[in-house]
């Protein structure tokens, strides 16, 4: 029987978590992991079947993304920078929407789940479809649902890091949502095919793949994730915690995606939940995508994520903040509401804001 | 209480089971030259990630740039949405090829809302990689229901003909600069393999030849036309002074036109004249004056008080028909007919909307016409009814439609009302029949009240190509047609260069043809360069005539420069599923008439 590696003989839990918390840079990363005991991937061959083979106790190790050698093909699945940031916002909403749905059985076990996101977001939020919410009028209820929209953005954000002596990038996306425990972080925030979310028609992925694709486009991402407290079902409290790098086997040709786990069953290292408490970590997820390649770039990317976040998450079911290297944030409602603004600017609204009905398709 | 500030915002009572599901499309169309918000505070800060000496891309001034997922590039202004997030899209060709909306290709953004598909429809759509759709049967559906939607609906088509009408009022070119670049474009065609003709290349001699039209009867008709068109055929035909595609009218103005014969001289042999309109069109008030060589005809739109502004645009076709001694079958000439509102449209008294309504009715024109295979009919109709009586569960009123077909009803679906306004939109089913006739019911029903309206349909051939058996005299015309138009100061703000708004560094630029209007270039009279050529030319002291020569000869070769330009993207297009990454951008070719402007400005100003 392998024990798990514990991080307290290499670091400091609460120290490490709090360097871990703040890396940003590939030599961040580095930094970090210089500090562990890891068996080099060429030592250690994860087998799907027989994962203690050659495992070496007291170290960590690097297992395979969703426990799949072969995952490479199901990772890249990005196209164009800006998707993979999508695909993890929505997963930050997700977080959201089921951190309300599990605080709603504890309170009502029998209560019927919602029918749809933005079905979910009405109940739990009372927010219409954020394209509405610039059409709502001035009374006292109108103001009290923007608040509600305002005050969600500030639960999920996206912020965009450029690091200028390494002239590296970095995109984290942080939701104060229900979070994993971290015995349960490489079943779920680090599976791949397989699926928690196929019976809950309220949330909008199912098999967990948008999100990972933005490993395939940045040199490491890490991920922390802390459950809330209230929603333990008897799990241990704490931090779960690792790395995740794109690794090229000598000799062979089938790169895969990896993460640092401290167990033969794909385990991530954690720390105590005093020690995440100590470093001021609360419950929700945070992934930070390092090196992230912008492409062409080189200009505008801080302008650009903007548009392009309102273009590809065009009506959002719930809004977030950006905060595109700058203290500051704005707020993404989406295009379909930034269409709807336009209205409110008396002559210079536009000519034309028609809705049809909907159409049945196919018959 | 929460309510929805006004706007056109229509949604569907019921919904039917069958097919994929249902998807809702949301259609915005910006104003002329209004930006949207930039992102905040990023615009005028330089680019963290920035080289010190790098040199930052223009913003583009395109009205829905802002709401593209990067300017310039990815013109995804038809998106498709799945939970919000956006899974597919299109660019504007969209517009301008399915819905023949060119006017409108930078100005209108198309929302489609996919949440109501069935999941299997949606597990077909989607891919792994997340990157379009697939298109496949449930893809191919989806597309043939927005295009039916949008391509018929009277709020877009009137935007669309208020665009045409600002770009028709441009100052037309000169005779002058005309002669000489029909010699250039003549000489250039001189080496040329090949031409093209037709509807490609619309123009005063070939733009109608297949376009179609309602005629009653088929029946033999000579027509204008080139050797590619019908068989050949002898005696005159009609032309029409000013020779124009479309004829707009605005109400209360009068608008005149000569109709001949060519020759002229065969107008002493004419032995019957006619002017109809097809529909007819009752406030379209008709003066024929007979002259020597032909007629002229009046045309005065008088606008009825009591006239609904939701009746804009209203078309029809001139139809003139002459016979002439010696010549059996009737010599024919069509013009289409566009009368629009004027410029500023008072705003429509509301009518007072009331707890208890008192009736409904269409205020579409009519007669109502649903195309056998066309797009969906929107028939406009109003109640006097607050529009919150249709709201709630249930609604303290509902909107029942029932259909008399002598085939197979057509579905229909009735939008919200807006205030008071709302519309019925009719699909054009299969198994409908040319000739039909439907009756439809419209009933409004309330507490103890019924309203109730109907209205006829006409269902009708979709146009084609009609039987034509003759060719103008002297041969086919060798060169496209062309309208050629000057861009002065003033009409900057139209975004006609190259889909955008003039600046002193454009030069020209030019529209492609389609069936209602030809290949249309465009010269920017007021370029800074060519205006301090000018400038020099006066301070010099040149006479008036050398003056115009020169600008003449620069405005000639512009032109011809675009013609070339256009003549070049063509023969792109033909080849494109080859050559795509051939086709110039809108931007290159904007560069390249910027440079040879400039090039033919330097070369006047050091030969002079």
């Known amino acids: 029987m392998v024990e798990p590696t514990s991080l307290s003989p290499f670091v400091e839990p609460a120290e490490f978590i709090s360097s871990a918390i703040r890396a940003a840079t590939s030599r961040d990363v580095e930094a970090l992991l210089a500090q562990l005991s890891i068996t080099p991937d060429e030592h250690y061959q994860f087998d799907e079947l027989n994962p203690e083979s050659g495992w070496q106790p007291g170290c960590f190790h690097w297992i395979p993304v969703g426990r799949e050698r072969g995952n490479a093909g199901r990772i890249k699945l990005a196209n164009q920078p800006v998707n993979p940031i999508a695909e993890r916002t929505i997963n930050g909403m997700e977080a959201l929407i089921e951190l309300a749905r599990q605080r709603e059985l504890t309170a009502a076990p029998t209560s019927i789940s919602p029918i749809t996101p933005r079905d979910a977001v009405t109940r739990y939020f009372g927010l219409p479809s954020l394209d509405q919410l610039p059409k709502l009028d001035d009374s006292d209820q109108s103001k009290k649902i923007r608040t509600i929209a305002r005050d969600l953005a500030r639960k999920l954000r996206v912020r965009l890091l450029w690091d200028k002596s390494a002239r590296e990038f970095a995109v984290a996306v942080e939701d104060d949502g229900i979070g994993q425990p971290p015995a349960a972080i490489h079943r779920t925030l680090l599976s791949l095919g397989s699926t928690t979310k196929a019976d809950k028609p309220y949330l909008i992925g199912v098999f967990g793949q948008g999100g990972s694709s933005a490993c395939a486009v940045s040199k490491f991402s890490w991920v922390i994730s802390r459950r809330a407290p209230d929603l333990l079902f008897g799990e241990p409290d704490g931090v779960g915690w690792t790395v995740i790098r794109h690794i090229f086997p000598k000799g062979r040709r089938d790169d895969y995606f990896a993460y640092l786990a401290c167990h033969p069953d794909g385990l991530v290292p954690s720390v105590a939940a005093g020690d995440a408490d100590a470093a001021g970590i609360h419950h929700g997820t945070r992934f930070v995508h390092i090196g992230y390649d912008f492409g062409r770039g080189g200009s505008a990317i801080t302008r650009q994520l903007f548009p392009a976040l309102n273009h590809v998450l065009y009506n959002p079911i719930l809004p977030f903040e950006i905060y595109a290297a700058r203290p500051t944030p704005d707020v993404i409602y989406g295009n379909g509401y930034r269409l709807s603004l336009l209205a409110s600017r008396g002559t210079h609204g536009p000519a034309l804001d028609k809705i049809f009905p909907p159409q049945p398709v196919g018959v | ?608």
């Open chain 2, 1 to 608: 209480m929460t309510t929805i500030n006004g706007q056109i915002d229509k949604r569907l009572d019921s919904v039917p089971a069958e097919g994929h599901g249902t998807i809702a499309i949301r259609v915005v169309v910006l104003q002329k030259g209004v930006a949207a918000a930039p992102a905040p505070a990023t615009t005028d800060e330089t680019p963290v990630d920035a080289q010190p000496d790098e040199i930052l891309p223009e913003m583009d001034k395109r009205p829905v740039s802002g709401f593209l997922e990067e300017s310039k590039r990815g013109k995804q202004c038809c998106v498709f949405l799945i939970n919000g997030q956006r899974q597919h899209s299109w660019d504007n060709q969209f517009i301008v090829r399915d819905l023949e909306l060119k006017y409108l290709r930078n100005r209108m953004i198309v929302v489609v809302d996919c949440d109501g598909l069935k999941p299997e429809a949606t597990a077909e759509l989607m891919q792994g990689s997340r990157h379009q759709f697939y298109e496949g049967q449930v893809y191919d559906a989806l597309a043939v229901r927005v295009v039916a939607t949008l391509k018929g609906d009277p709020d877009l088509r009137r935007l669309e003909e208020e665009a045409e009408d600002e770009i028709s009022s441009l100052q037309a070119g000169d005779e002058a600069v005309k002669a000489a670049l029909d010699q250039l474009i003549e000489a250039h065609h001189e080496a040329a393999a090949h031409v093209h003709q037709g509807q490609s290349q619309a123009g005063d001699v070939s733009r109608d030849e297949t376009s179609g039209g309602p005629l009653p009867q088929p029946k033999e008709v000579v027509i204008p036309g080139d050797s590619s068109v019908g068989v050949a055929a002898s005696g005159p035909v009609l032309q029409m002074r000013p020779d124009v595609a479309t004829i707009r009218l605005k109400p209360d103005d009068t608008r005149r036109l000569a109709i001949s014969a060519k020759p002229d001289a065969a107008w002493r042999g004419l032995q019957h004249f006619g002017v109809t309109f097809d529909p007819p069109v009752k406030e379209l008030q008709v003066a024929r004056t007979s002259q020597i060589n032909g007629e002229e005809v009046a045309l005065t739109f008088a606008e009825p008080d009591d006239l609904d502004v939701d009746e804009y645009p209203i078309e029809t076709v001139l139809r003139a028909t002459a016979m002439f001694e010696g010549h059996p079958e009737p010599r024919l000439l069509e013009r289409r007919v566009v009368i629009t509102p004027p410029k500023i449209v008072p705003p429509p008294t509301p009518i007072p909307l009331k707890d208890d309504p008192t009736f409904i009715r269409v205020t579409s024109r009519q007669p109502i016409k649903i195309l056998v295979g066309g797009p969906d009919v929107h028939v406009k109709l109003r109640w006097d009814g607050k529009d919150e009586l249709i709201a709630g569960n249930p609604p303290a009123w509902s909107f029942r439609v029932t259909c008399e077909s002598p085939s197979v009803e057509p579905p229909t679906f009735l939008t919200r009302p807006v205030n008071g306004r709302f519309e019925l939109l009719v699909q054009a089913t299969v198994g409908l029949k040319a000739g039909e006739q439907i009756k439809f019911d419209i009933e409004a029903v309330g507490p103890g009240k019924t309203l109730a309206t109907a209205f006829l349909a006409d269902v009708i051939e979709p146009p084609t190509p009609r039987k034509v058996s003759s060719k103008v005299s002297g041969g086919s015309q060798r060169r496209p047609p062309y309208d050629l138009r000057y861009v002065m100061r003033n009409g900057w703000g139209e975004e006609t260069c190259w889909g955008e708004q003039w600046t002193g560094e454009d030069s020209g630029s030019f529209e492609e043809p389609n069936p209602r209007s030809p290949l249309t270039i465009f010269i920017n009279h007021d370029m800074d360069l060519l205006t301090t050529y000018r400038d020099s030319l006066l301070a010099k002291k040149h006479a008036e005539s050398t003056i115009q020569q020169r600008i003449n000869r620069y405005t000639a070769h512009v032109a011809f420069h675009l013609y070339q330009m256009y003549e070049k993207k063509r023969q792109v297009q033909a080849h494109a599923a080859e050559t795509v990454e051939d086709m110039p951008s809108e931007q290159q070719m904007k560069d390249e008439i910027r440079r040879v402007a400039r090039t033919l400005v330097k070369l006047m100003e050091v030969t002079q």
